[in-house]
T-cell receptor, first 113, second 115 residues
Framework: GQQVMQIPQYQHVQEGEDFTTYCNSS?????IQWYKQRPGGHPVFLIQ?????EVKKQKRLTFQFGEAKKNSSLHITATQTTDVGTYFC?????????????FGKGTLLTVNP | DAGVTQSPTHLIKTRGQHVTLRCSPI?????VSWYQQVLGQGPQFIFQ???????GRGNFPDRFSARQFPNYSSELNVNALLLGDSALYLC??????????????FGPGTRLTVL
C-alpha cells in the first residue's frame, strides 16, 4: 500500500545545532503536512505545502516540498530546547474514493542544553 | 474559541468490553477524523466523517465504528476490546471534506488501556 516514510527515527543535537528530517512518499501527493507533537501531548499542525518545489519558512523552520511532490523536508536552524518533540509529516493517500491522511512514523528530536 | 475536545481523558477497560469515545470539533468545522496512536508510531487513520457521512475508512476491523451527529460532534465505538487496542485515540477536526485536504486540528486524546 501507499506509504509515507521518515528519516531519521531519532535525532539528538546540542542546542544551537541545526536539524533536518526527511519525508518520502511511495506515490505523488497532492499536499504534504507537517505536525509537531510534544512529549505527552497531541499533534499540532505546523504547515501545509501544496505546490511542486514549494519552500515556506516559519521563523527558524524551513519546509520544502519536492519537485516530484513525493518528498519533503523540515529544517530547523539553531535548535532550542523548545524544539523538543516528534515531528511528523503526513500526506493524503487514496484507495479508490477513500481518502485518508497517512502519517510517517515521525522523527523524535531531543536537544541538549 | 475552544479547540477540539475529547472525553474521557483516560479509560481502563478489560478484554471483551465495549468503549465509546466522544469528540467535539472546533466550531465551524464539519469534518471529524479519528486516529489511533500507539507509542513510538504516527497517528493511524481510522475514520473520517463529513456532514454526518463517512468519507474515509482506514484498515481497522469491523469492531471499530463511528458516527457523526447533527451538531458535528462524533463518537468512536470499539467492541470486543483486545489488549492491542490499548492506545491514544485522537480526534481531529478540519474544514475540508476529504481527509488530508486541509489542516487537522487534534484534540488532547483519550488514553485507552485494555487489561
Amino acid at each position: 500500500g501507499q506509504q509515507v516514510m521518515q528519516i531519521p527515527q531519532y535525532q539528538h543535537v546540542q542546542e544551537g545545532e541545526d536539524f533536518t528530517t526527511y519525508c518520502n512518499s511511495s506515490t505523488t501527493l497532492s499536499n504534504i503536512q507537517w505536525y509537531k507533537q510534544r512529549p505527552g501531548g497531541h499533534p499540532v499542525f505546523l504547515i501545509q505545502l501544496v505546490k511542486s518545489g514549494e519552500v515556506k519558512k516559519q521563523k527558524r523552520l524551513t519546509f520544502q516540498f519536492g519537485e516530484a511532490k513525493k518528498n519533503s523536508s523540515l529544517h530547523i536552524t539553531a535548535t532550542q530546547t523548545t524544539d523538543v518533540g516528534t515531528y511528523f509529516c503526513a500526506g493524503p493517500t487514496s484507495g479508490g474514493s477513500n481518502y485518508k491522511l497517512t502519517f510517517g512514523k515521525g522523527t523524535l528530536l531531543t536537544v541538549n542544553p | 474559541d475552544a479547540g477540539v475536545t475529547q472525553s474521557p481523558t483516560h479509560l481502563i477497560k478489560t478484554r471483551g468490553q465495549h468503549v465509546t469515545l466522544r469528540c467535539s470539533p472546533i466550531s465551524g468545522h464539519k469534518s471529524v477524523s479519528w486516529y489511533q496512536q500507539v507509542l513510538g508510531q504516527g497517528p493511524q487513520f481510522i475514520f473520517q466523517y463529513y456532514e454526518k457521512e463517512e468519507r474515509g475508512r482506514g484498515n481497522f476491523p469491523d469492531r471499530f465504528s463511528a458516527r457523526q451527529f447533527p451538531n458535528y460532534s462524533s463518537e468512536l465505538n470499539v467492541n470486543a476490546l483486545l489488549l492491542g487496542d490499548s492506545a491514544l485515540y485522537l480526534c481531529a477536526s478540519s474544514s475540508a471534506g476529504t481527509s488530508g485536504g486541509a489542516a487537522q486540528y487534534f484534540g488532547p486524546g483519550t488514553r485507552l488501556t485494555v487489561l
